[in-house]
C-alpha cells in the first residue's frame, strides 16, 4: 500500500513562486509514475504534470515553461516548482502514483490508483 502526502502550499502573490512537496511511503517500486493534479472551486479536476520513473515528464499547455516537475535522488518524494504563479493557477493541488509498469493515460486521473490529501495553492492578484 501506497501513501502519499502533499505540502508546500499557501498564499502568494501573482508572479511569485512555490515548491510542492508529494512525499511517498508504504510499497517502494522505483517503477512508478507520479502526476500532479489540481481542482478549483467549481471546476473539474485537470492534468497539470506527469513524470515517470526513467524522467520522462509532460505538461499541462497553460503551466509548461512555468512548472517543473521532478524527483528526489531517490524517488521517494516529487516536487513541482511553480514559477510565474497566475491567480488562474489557484486550486487544491493533489499528487496521484500509478504502479503500472505499461503505458497508462497520464492525463485521466482514473489512471491513478493513489492519491494524496491535497494542498491548497491560493494565488493573489
Known amino acids: 500500500q501506497v501513501q502519499l502526502q502533499e505540502s508546500g502550499g499557501g498564499l502568494v502573490q501573482a508572479g511569485g513562486s512555490l515548491r510542492l512537496s508529494c512525499t511517498t511511503s508504504g510499497r517502494t517500486d522505483s517503477t512508478y509514475k507520479m502526476s500532479w493534479f489540481r481542482q478549483a472551486p467549481g471546476k473539474e479536476r485537470e492534468f497539470v504534470a506527469f513524470?515517470?520513473?526513467?524522467?520522462?515528464?509532460y505538461y499541462l499547455n497553460s503551466v509548461e515553461g512555468r512548472f517543473t516537475i521532478s524527483f528526489d535522488n531517490s524517488k521517494t518524494t516529487v516536487y513541482l516548482q511553480m514559477n510565474s504563479l497566475k491567480p488562474e493557477d489557484t486550486a487544491v493541488y493533489y499528487c496521484?502514483?500509478?504502479?503500472?509498469?505499461?503505458?497508462?493515460?497520464?492525463?485521466?486521473?482514473?489512471?491513478?490508483?493513489?492519491w494524496g490529501q491535497g494542498t491548497q495553492v491560493t494565488v493573489s492578484s
Open positions: 513524470i515517470s520513473w526513467n524522467g520522462l515528464t
Open positions: 496521484a502514483a500509478s504502479l503500472s509498469r505499461k503505458y497508462i493515460n497520464y492525463i485521466n486521473g482514473e489512471s491513478y490508483g493513489y
